[in-house]
Each structure stands twice: as structure tokens, then as C-alpha cells.
């Protein structure tokens, strides 16, 4: 039995004209070699992935190659062959990573003054090389500076901004770009041709984006296609195969959200990130969850495509014009994802957008295993939501059984009365008018008839609450203002404009309301409760 090898490793170009991309470094250093205008330190720098420690080896060999020095190394001499194998006696790889110390470099350089043991140069490859610590770097810097004519340094690095740059001055220094696509899926198609696999076309370009410019990226993911697959790759179950994984990841992301826990959000940012999740997919998708759960508060009893439970749990999260503001964040930031740094900061700062701008969030998040209410919007912790105090409260009233119920505070009773989706909507919108012999009897403005099917449904749920039976009529009249919908309006105006003015004072809303454009949409900011009124979060 063959041990399973990593396509990866298996597929790392062994010459240059193997390499994929990369063409104004293979370009400059082909020049190089074969004009025999050799530097004696050289530093890759690039994104995971891209062929950095690929090209450090390639390099290698050109150096080793018993034919001599070329830029087409034979690959079969012995020189090749153990460099290939990792067993060069005169290659020295190190991973700064894990060897950060400065003994370990002083031991390491002591060696170079040594002669090769049976090849041309004394080749170290330094990899990682941001991560050396200060003092390892200074013993290396006394050997970059005079360094003996049969030493080279191949350095490579993902952080060149971490390297001092009385390194870098002593290095010549390519910078390798992240793959396009389209380089990608060919490289994908190529391997999977040599290796026999069948597979569809649409399903590599699908890989290819995952990865995110980095090769390595797209062959891990290919593997794990091909055993998804069992043996094929077609596009269908590369879509589910990467569009399960991100869609837990963003479920996990919302939950942060909810819970405003950023340090967990930049955790699962960089958990995707390692992955190889496509951010670009990422935004799109949580905006279609953010649409799934507005349209679950919206349309109460709405089944929505997917995670139906998980987001139902989400539903009372946000009040629906977070749930708006935090959509348009989605849809902005991913039109502004070619403009971020990276894609990972683009993908970073909107979670981070998102996490400031929660003004109408609640602090605490529900249990997950709590069941999903019927109607998220009764539980939904929103500015008009009853102060603290009141909403643990039990719904039902302490009234002895028999003895008549008041609706003296009919907009106070409204606010107690949860779990009832539409129907709560519609107790919102009236006004107690009277109350007598087990009749109640409300007046709704013509503005909010559209609720009157919601009647029958009202009626239950006040009986469930008072635990009495109940009449009710609802007629349709001008509104004297006495609703709890009218009572809040009145208030949250006011605490609106107090909200508003503070919101666009907070120095880190205005840098981030820059970022997005100068656009903060201002129905959207929510006064809090009580001592929390105008933050922001
Ligand atoms: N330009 C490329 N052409 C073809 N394959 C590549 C290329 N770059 C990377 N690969 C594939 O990805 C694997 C990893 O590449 P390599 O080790 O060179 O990446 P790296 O840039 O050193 O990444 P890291 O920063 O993670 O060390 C290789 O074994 C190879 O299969
Ligand atoms: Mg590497
Ligand atoms: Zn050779």
C-alpha cells in the first residue's frame, strides 16, 4: 500500500518551468544564473502558499547542480536528488518559526565558514525569517555583511515589515504575487489529469477561488474534494463541500455578534482565514443570512432555505433596523474588499463595523439550546423593548383566579405580553377603551387595520396571560395617542435625538463612518436603556 501523500508535496514544481506564475521572478533569476551575476543573500517575500519555499529549493539546486551552476538544475545528478530529498549535506533549512534563538543562530553560522562538504555553495534557507528574534538577527547580520564566497542565503518571509531592514538592504529581494484564479484551476486541472482523477470543470474554478491566491491552499482543499468526492470532483459537492464549512463558520460568527464578543469574531475570522475560505463568499453569505433573519422577524413563521433552527435562536437578537444596518455593512464591505489591504482585513474590519455598530443590541445572548420561540420578535431585546426589571418578569399576572383583571395599565400589560408575533404587533398599535363584564374592548387607527386578522390570536394569548377568559372587540377609529406603539414613539423621539447627537460625536463612529463612506444611516441608530442611552454599543 502507497502511504497517502499530500497533493501539496507530491506536486511542488521541481524546476522552474514547472512553477506556476511567478514569471518576473523565475524571469530575474534565470538572468541571473545564467549570466553567472550571482547575489549572495536573497529574500522571497509573498503570501502562503505562492512558492516561496519552492523557489528557495529550486534555487538550491541551480547553485548544486553537478552539470554546473544553471538555471535548469538536471534534477537527476546527486546533488539534485538530495536536495530534492531534503538531505543535501551542504543545505541548510531553517525554520525561524521554531529555531528563534540566538545561540542557534550563532551555532548555525559558526558552520558557514566551513567549506561545503561536497557541493559548490553552502545554501541556507532561512524560512520564516520575520519571526528571528532581534538578537538573531544581529548575529546574522555580520555574516550577510562579509559573507565567504561559497555561502548563499535564500531568506523567505510572509512579513517583510518584520524584517530590519539592515537585513533587507543586504538582501536582493522578489516579491511573489498571490496566484490568479485562473493559473489556479489550471494547475488543479493539470494535476488531476496526471493523476487520473475525473473531475468537472466548475468545481476547480470553485477551489480556485476558495483559495484565495495561494496554491498550497487550493491543493489541500483538492484533496479534500477528492475524499468528499470519493474518488471524483464534481461541482455540486465542492459547493457543499465548501459551503457547509463556511456556513457554520458564519453561523459562529453571527453568535459572536450577538454576543459581542470580538475577541471570538476575530478568532473565527482567523480560523477562516487558515481554511482558505473565500471572504469575498463569506460577505455574501452572511449578508443572506442577515436577509434570512430580517425577513424571520418580518414575516413571523417564515421558513427560510436554511439553519431554519440556528438563526430562528438568532431572530431576537437584533432589532430589525440593526439587523438593516447590519446587512448594508455586509453588502458595502464586500464591494470594498478589492480596496482593503488584504482580504482578510476587509473580511476583519466589517465584523469589527458590525460589532460597533449594534446600538440596539441587548447585552446577553439566549442559550443555543433554547428552543426557537414561534415569534422571535416578542423575545427581541430592542430600545423599545421594557426596561430590564420588567423582562424577566413571568407573564402572567399574580392575580388571584376569579378576580376580575384591570387593564387600568393597558400599555404596561402590552409590554408583558410576549410570545404572541403578530398579535403583539397589534396590541401595540391599540388602545384600551373599555373593559366590562369580561369584554375588553380596543381601538386600532386605520394606519394598522392591516393587523385586525390578528384578533383571535390577541384574544388567546391575553386569556393565556391573565388566565381568564376574555371577549374582545377592536374597532377601527382615530387614535388618541394612548398605545403603547404611541406612548414609545414619544419617548424614543426624544431619546432618538439625544442618541443621534452622541452617536455622531463618538470619535470611533465618525473614523468608521468614514470608512464607509460617510454614510450613517440615521434611522438606524438606536437609543439604549436607561444608564447605556446614546452608546453606541
Ligand atoms: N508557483 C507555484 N506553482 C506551482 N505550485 C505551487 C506554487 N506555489 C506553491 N505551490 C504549491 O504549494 C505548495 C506550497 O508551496 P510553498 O511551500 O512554496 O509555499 P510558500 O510560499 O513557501 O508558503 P508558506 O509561506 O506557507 O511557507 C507546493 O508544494 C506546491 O505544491
Ligand atoms: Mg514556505
Ligand atoms: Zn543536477
Known sequence: MTAFQALARKWRPRSFSELVGQEHVVRALRNALESGRLHHAYLFTGTRGVGKTTIARILAKCFNCETGLTAEPCGTCAACRDIDGGRFPDMLEVDAATNTKVE??????DNAQYMPVSGRYKVYIIDEVHMLSRSAF?????TLEEPPEHVKFILATTDPQKVPVTVLSRCLQFGLRPMPRELIADRLAHILGEEGIPFEAPA??????????????SLSLLDQAVAFGGGRVRAAEVGDMLGTVERQALLGVLQALARQEGGALMRLAQEMAERGLSFDRALQELAVMLHDLALMRAVPGQEVV?????????????????????????????????LA???G????????????FQPGTAPSFPAAERSPRADPKAEAPAAAAPAPAQRGEPPA????????PSFDDWPGMVQRLSGAGMAHELARHSEMVRYADGALHLLVDAEHRHLLPYKEKLRTALEAMLDADLRLAIDVGPATGQSLAAVEGKENAERQRHAEASIKNDPFVREVTESLGGKLVESTIKPGNGQDQGEHR
Open 138 to 142: 544581529n548575529s546574522m547580520l555580520k
Open 204 to 217: 476547480l474554478a470553485l477551489l480556485a477561488q476558495a483559495a484565495q491566491g495561494s496554491m498550497r491552499d
Open 104 to 109: 542557534e543562530m550563532r551555532e548555525l553560522l
Open 306 to 338: 436554511e439553519d431554519q433552527a440556528a438563526l430562528a435562536a438568532l431572530a431576537p437578537c437584533w432589532d430589525d433596523p440593526t439587523l438593516q444596518l447590519l446587512y448594508q455593512i455586509a453588502v458595502q464591505s464586500r464591494k470594498d474588499l478589492p
Open 341 to 343: 489591504p488584504d482580504e
Open 397 to 404: 399576572d399574580s392575580r388571584p383566579r376569579g378576580v376580575p
Open 345 to 356: 482585513a476587509g473580511f476583519r474590519m466589517a465584523l469589527l463595523r458590525m460589532l460597533a
